[in-house]
RNA sequence: GCCGAAGUGGCGGAACUGGCAGACGCGCGCGACUCAAACUCGCGUUCUCGAGAGGGAUUGUGGGUUCGAUUCCCACCUUCGGCACCA
């Protein structure tokens, strides 16, 4: 017998394993492809807990799908640029490029310990000139195809980060920078955009890929589509304000317009009157932050334009007034404004003293007093009031309400989408240049191809100006116009990390190919994705990135099929011993290194499996990690204690039961890693586990059932704990390597039970079991529960109404 | 307010198609081994009444469907996540 030295055996196949490329993925057209893709991480320097959450059972599974004789690539990289390289270079003074590298060394030896399939030279950095050439190269055919452009307009800024955010990137009620948490203000610039609403629509599809409802639901409701009609008003000089409404039904009982404070329009309406007022609006609606201006808590506030509108279903003059809860950003930015049946309206009517005029009831007779009304209602029933459309009931009012319309040359069905454009610029140094060149006479310039990648200038000067620090090098930004050859400018702005990780798993395919993107022979082969792991925090980011970034490709002839991933599963998240969430402040952080250091990455790897449902997560246990370092040491001993006195004198019963045992643990374990259902596998190990010490006992040991029993055990266990299983698979005399090794083949007859129980229950309440032999007939099931002592001494005194025999299962007397 | 997920022992969690609730693990208790401790091994462990045999209750709450509900339906409560003056 041998003590179980983890830190030795996952050494010593950790280097076999380099030494003889057994996880190399190259293309085998013999077998069936897999590409198993989890998300990759931010070089921040160390590997923490919950990267071991996401990877291990992913490997775990890759694992299992090259045992069913899949091909298959797992391959793993880095998100290398980014803000935190940059904090770290005005802090410490050290080179973001530096500073990152060395993170990814040190991150990379981290990986290694995992034990997983990680095929390492494909690995894909963002920050290598070689990768970012392509996403600028990406960044050039999406402005070639009307997918970029660039717009002078309010974004998000962060204060600290100094930079801008796109709209995912801020946070919560407060409006806080997702990174940092520093509440975000409004500034004016230019930017570049990349036209995601143009797959507004197609975004909403999710036909054909297998991904969690609770990510589906996420992104339809960020996507937010609504239906409705625009609308056109004109005012009294003669100018249109479009509306978009999603009640066009209630078109008759609009009283009045409101307009946001930013409205184009709003100059052209004031009056020598409404000046004054207006301008005092205006600059306080500019002065308030966003947060208060979208409370909806607020009490609404507004002003009277001075200008009047004539509504084109009836003819009728009505106000235009100007309020901050009508947003420049969604819609047209104006709304018709109907009190009697939206409730923003109807606290705006009554503050301001506008009519409010229902006009849809849900019954004729009873038409309610406007002055009495106490909310805005949301009826269904007939419309009134309504010229010639009064009477039209509400299932079809509005569909024949947009046709009217249609008709009379006013307005149209149409959609809205609160999903906006993605803004990508950032006045930031550590990022992928904008490959744009600003000439004064040829206007934006993309640089042309043989010129890329535009290459990050080494020498920069680290300060937090608010501007992009590429803006002054003394030389970087300066260039030639490639159409004219005069004196032109470089943009000085990056690219938004995220616009890197919308393409990565391309890159994965070929990192050092140089003639595209990727190499079309490798993209034929492994493309799509059929499974990709990630945290569910990037449901409305980087998942709809990637898709809009791949459906943009494949409309530009670079990527064939609608969407890159075919498969999504989320894990949840590992809290600390308190429950709470990891942070260093709280102090409740769990490192890895120190675990594996302890108890081997093969317990890691299993405990992290075991002790929570992995799409939930769940809190840390450092007494539970006992308990699965506990099973595999037994499972240790199982393997190389010297065998039981007894060894080979296991009755057939015993034997029979011990095959039962291995086969339906191996029936449970292959539903299992087909379902996610991680944590049961292991669970199912550490009964198999259980039962073999039994065994054991009864003299199971040199036996060909015991033999099979170890090795479809080893060969189970082997994608979970990778190390030890290689370790003993040589031990009882196998070859190199049991990775290698096909998944074992399933007898069902072995696993069938040849005994049963059967519950048997009175009026559906557990009285008794019975051990019966499997296959037993209704009949004979009913005979056998009315023979039963128990059984006859509960229906003493009853009358049995009902018999009702579950085969195999269950027998339920109904009686009273 | 809207959308979504989840509520099961002291704790993490299990229960495949409506059929034995609580697998597996932690913790706890008892015992073996040991000079002793650790390791290891064995047994027990939902609550409650009972000395015991045995009885009763129990999957957030209340109702319903069913011979039978953790599982299906309705209403509600709580927690978590997302969105939110989106017209």
């Known amino acids: ?71 298959v690539m797992f391959p793993m990289g880095f998100d290398a640029f980014g803000l935190p390289a940059e904090n770290a270079a005005i802090k410490h003074n050290i080179h973001p490029n530096k500073w990152t590298y060395s993170n990814i060394d040190y991150m990379r030896d981290q990986f290694k310990t995992m034990g997983a399939m990680f095929d390492w030279r494909r690995e894909a950095i963002s920050a290598d000139e070689k990768y970012y050439k392509w996403t600028q190269w990406f960044f050039i055919q999406l402005f070639k195809h009307n997918l970029a452009y660039r717009k002078f307009s309010q974004v998000d800024w962060c204060p600290s980060c100094n930079t801008t955010l796109a709209r995912e990137q801020v ?54 589509k609504s239906e409705g009609a625009n609308v056109v008003f004109k005012t009294e000089s003669g100018d249109d304000i479009e509306v978009f409404t999603t009640r066009p039904d209630t078109l008759w009982g609009a009283t009045f317009m409101v307009i946001a404070p930013e409205h184009p329009l709003v100059e052209k309406l004031i009056t020598e009157k409404s000046r004054t007022a207006v301008e005092e609006y205006k600059e306080a609606a500019a002065r ?21 509108a004539i509504n084109p279903v009836n003819g009728e003059q009505i106000p235009i007034w100007i309020a901050d809860y009508v947003l420049m950003s969604y819609g047209t930015g104006a709304i018709m404004a109907v009190p009697a049946h939206d409730q923003r309206d109807f606290e705006f009517a009554k503050k301001f003293g506008i009519e409010i005029r229902p006009v849809i009831v849900e019954n004729v007779e009873e038409i309610p007093n406007p002055d009495e009304m106490e909310e805005a209602t949301i009826a269904k029933g007939f419309m009134i009031n309504s010229g010639e459309l009064t009477g039209t009931p509400g299932d079809k009012s509005i569909k024949t309400v947009i046709n009217y319309i249609e008709e009379k040359g006013i307005g149209k069905g149409s959609v809205n989408y609160r999903l906006r454009d993605w803004g990508i610029s950032r006045q930031r140094y550590w990022g992928a240049p904008i490959p744009m060149i600003h000439c004064p006479k040829c206007g934006v310039v993309p640089v042309p191809d043989e010129q890329l990648p535009v ?118 998240m590992v809290l600390g011993e308190d429950h709470e969430k990891m942070s260093k402040s709280r102090g409740n952080v769990v490192a890895p290194d120190v675990l594996v250091d302890k108890y081997g990455a093969d317990v890691v790897r299993a405990y992290l499996i075991f002790f929570s449902r992995w799409e939930m997560g769940g809190p840390w246990d450092s007494q539970g990690i006992e308990g699965t370092a506990r099973w595999l040491r037994r499972t240790w001993t199982l393997f190389t204690d010297d065998p039981q006195e007894n060894a ?130 209704d009949q004979e099931a009913e005979k056998i529960a009315m023979a039963s002592e128990t059984i006859q001494s509960n229906l003493e005194g009853k009358t049995i109404r009902k018999v009702i025999v579950i085969k195999g299962k269950l027998v339920n007397i109904v009686a009273n």
């Not at 308030?288 to 200008?307: A, Y």
């Not at 060969?715 to 049991?738: F, K, N, R």
């Open 648 to 777: 080979g004198t296991a009755s057939a019963e015993i034997l029979k039961d011990l095959r039962r045992k291995i086969h339906q643990t191996l029936e449970s374990v292959t539903r299992d890693f087909e379902t996610f259902e991680f944590n049961t596998i292991v669970s199912s190990f550490m009964e198999l586990v259980n039962f073999m010490y039994k065994a054991r006992v009864e003299g199971a040991e040199k036996t060909p059932e015991w033999d099979e029993a170890l090795k479809l055990y080893l060969l189970m266990l082997a994608p979970v704990c990778p190390h030890i299983t290689e370790e003993l698979w040589q031990q009882i005399g196998h070859d190199y390597s049991i990775h290698k090794h096909s998944w074992p083949i399933f007898d069902a007859q072995a696993a069938k039970e040849d005994e049963v129980t059967l519950v048997i229950q009175i009026n559906g309440k557990l009285k008794e079991r019975i051990q019966v032999p499997a296959g037993l007939n």
């Open 288 to 308: 308030q932050s966003d947060i208060e201006r979208e409370s909806t808590s607020k009490e609404k506030t507004g002003v009277f334009s001075g200008g009047y």
């Open 171 to 224: 946070w919560g009620d407060d409006r806080v920078c997702e990174r940092c948490g520093t509440p975000v203000i409004k500034k004016e610039l230019n930017q570049w955009f990349f036209k995601t609403t143009d797959y507004a629509e197609e975004l909403l599809n999710f036909d054909g890929i297998d991904w969690p409802e609770r990510v589906k639901t996420l992104q339809t409701n960020w996507i937010g």
């Open 1 to 71: 017998m041998s003590e179980y030295n983890h830190n030795t055996i996952e050494k010593k196949w950790q280097t076999k394993w380099e030494e003889t490329g057994l996880y190399h993925a190259d293309i085998d057209k013999s077998k069936p492809k897999f590409y198993a893709l989890t998300m990759l991480p931010y070089p921040s320097g160390n590997l923490h807990i919950g990267h071991w959450y996401a990877m291990t059972p992913s490997d775990a599974r890759a694992r299992f799908k090259t045992m069913q004789g899949y091909n």
């Open 455 to 572: 290459v990050l200038p080494e020498d920069i000067e680290w300060k937090p100006t608010g501007e992009s620090p590429l803006k002054f090098h003394p030389t970087w930004k300066k260039t030639t116009c490639p159409t004219c050859g005069g004196p032109a400018e470089r943009d000085t702005d990056t690219m938004d990390t995220f616009m890197c990780s919308s393409w990565y798993p391309l890159r994965y395919l070929s990192p050092d190919y140089e003639k595209g993107p990727f190499d079309p022979e490798e993209y034929n082969y492994w493309y799509p994705v059929d499974c990709y792991t990630g945290g569910i925090e990037h449901a409305t980011m980087h998942l709809i990135y990637v898709r809009f970034f791949h459906k943009a490709l494949r409309d530009m002839g670079i990527v064939k099929g609608d969407e890159p991933m075919m498969q999504l599963r989320n894990q949840g």
